[in-house]
């Protein structure tokens, strides 16, 4: 699996970057997980619209959702161009009916509903799924191919089934919106401290800190991490490529 880092600010975009987005792909299968405010901007240095297979949303909050209308209609152009014209699924959960429904634009994106408590199969990735601690409905995400595993915490405060749910990935794509010294639990978001926490007692093979924060010194984010974690951390930053 190969996987590219589009957008990690939680909230909304820095100037010039965008908020939650990540590619994802394998054996030629091209993924979008999360489609954030400016996410379709930047997606397009990496992967064009018409070239994606699927899209998967974790919750409906803006800065996780906010392109998903301009992400249809861009491919609704397309269309008209005589660029790829079969339908889009957008994978989402069902628990806000308004934010679903957003997912289907006439022929050409369909929203498609995952079932948390079932394996979703999405092209070559086997993908289970953990509620999260967040305001909303909000869903982690454990994604399988080929021997290789990605976990995506998503948006939560710390939860310890974290940690049974991230066992042995490769990569755990962690949110850290608050620094170590202070308490994301009411925002539901994590600390660098509790990501490190969290992958050191899931044993992941490395740390990706992301949904960063806009204020302070993000290097900070890493070294608190890092005193907590024995393995690799790295932050997330647009164009960043990670094989697993």
């Known amino acids: ?12 975009p820095k100037l010039n970057e965008a908020t939650t987005g990540y590619l994802l792909e394998h054996e030629g299968f091209k993924m979008l997980i999360d489609c954030g405010s400016a996410v379709f901007s930047a997606m397009q240095q990496f992967v064009l619209p018409e070239e994606l297979d699927a899209v ?11 392109d998903i209308g301009v992400l249809q209609y861009s491919l609704l152009n397309g269309k008209y161009l005589g660029k790829k014209t079969g339908t889009l699924p957008i994978y989402g959960h069902l ?11 006439r022929d050409i994106t369909e929203g498609v509903v995952y079932h948390p408590d079932e394996i979703l199969q999405v092209g070559p990735f086997s993908i289970r799924f953990l509620k999260t601690k967040h305001p909303v409905p909000c869903y982690a995400m454990r994604i399988e191919a080929g021997n290789q595993v990605l976990v995506y915490t998503a948006d939560s ?4 089934d974290f940690i049974p749910f991230s066992r042995d990935a490769d990569l755990l794509l ?11 639990e009411q925002a539901g978001h994590m600390t660098s401290y509790q990501a490190g926490e969290m992958a050191e007692g899931a044993k992941v093979k490395k740390l990706v800190l992301t949904h960063l924060p806009q204020f302070g010194e ?8 890092s005193e907590r974690f024995s393995g690799e951390v790295e932050l997330a930053a647009l164009g960043l490529a990670l094989e697993l």
């Not at 699996?1 to 909304?12: A, S, V």
């Not at 405060?157 to 310890?160: S, T």
């Open 174 to 184: 962690c949110e850290c919106n608050f620094y170590g010294d202070m308490n994301g």
């Open 56 to 66: 998967i949303i974790s919750h409906y909050h803006e800065d996780h959702v906010a």
């Open 218 to 225: 993000v290097e900070q984010l890493k070294q608190e991490a």
């Open 95 to 105: 628990e806000d009916q308004m934010g679903f429904d957003r997912l289907s634009f």
């Open 1 to 12: 699996m190969k996987l590219t880092i589009i957008g990690h600010w939680g909230g909304y």
């Open 157 to 160: 405060a710390f939860i310890h």
